[in-house]
């Protein structure tokens, strides 16, 4: 079972640059989830979907866009890309239960390492 | 809005010491509560939750008791091992996540 596939694993950009993360699940999950996790800040909610067609926004997600044209996949796009976007980006992924909470655990990729210069 | 507070760390122990992590949360409504794990170089991966006050997680050794008193779910575990050696998480939360800052433990032989 592939899980939750994030590619690319390492990405060095230039200030201005833009670029897509991909996530791919093979899980028929529902709800999918972008976080970026900074030294002594934990994780952080970027953009999340509970399904096809849906985004919403989480806490920090200015500088993001999403979409979820299918279930499968939720890439994250950055724009244009600054420094403060150093990061490293995790994508995860869950079913829904059916008060519509999410199901007992999520699914993690194994992040991408994203340096912005 | 929902918030994790966890213990500060790094945490260093040696093999077979107890261990307690904290964890306080502050939220509206009745959030389930986890503990995940991340061993370097990887993503974060669940190790125990809790669904409603007084429910008891557990697994691989590690304990913790969704408290509604204290708003609290520390982690426990009797006797770690090197293997332990990660950094841990709290969460809440339903639809969304709300993870705490993470707290670094280093087991040594």
């Known amino acids: ?117 | 809005g929902d918030s994790v507070t966890q213990m500060e760390g790094p945490v260093t122990l040696s093999e077979e010491a107890f261990l307690t992590i904290n964890c306080t949360y502050t939220a509206t409504g009745y959030p389930s509560l986890f503990w995940y794990v991340q061993y370097p170089g990887e993503g974060l991966q669940l190790l125990l939750k809790a669904t409603k006050a007084d429910d008891k997680g557990s697994n691989k050794g590690f304990e913790a008791t969704y408290r509604k008193e204290t708003t609290s779910f520390h982690l426990e575990k009797g006797s770690v091992q090197v293997s332990d050696s990660a950094v841990y998480f709290c969460a809440l939360g339903n639809e969304k996540l709300t993870f705490g800052t993470g707290t670094r433990l280093t087991i040594i032989p």
């Open chain 1, 1 to 117: 079972n592939a899980g939750v596939t994030q590619t690319p694993k390492f990405q060095v950009l230039k200030t201005g640059q833009s670029m897509t993360l991909q996530c791919a699940q093979d899980m028929n999950h529902e709800y999918m989830s972008w976080y970026r996790q900074d030294p002594g800040m934990g994780l952080r909610l970027i953009h999340y979907s509970v399904g096809a067609g849906i985004t919403d926004q989480g806490e920090v997600p200015n500088g993001y866009n999403v979409s979820r044209s299918t279930t499968e996949d939720f890439p994250l796009r950055l724009l244009s890309a600054a420094p403060s976007q150093t990061s490293v980006y995790f994508c995860a992924s869950s079913r829904r239960d059916p008060t519509g909470g999410i199901d007992e655990k999520l699914f993690f990729g194994s992040g991408t390492q994203l340096s912005v210069l």
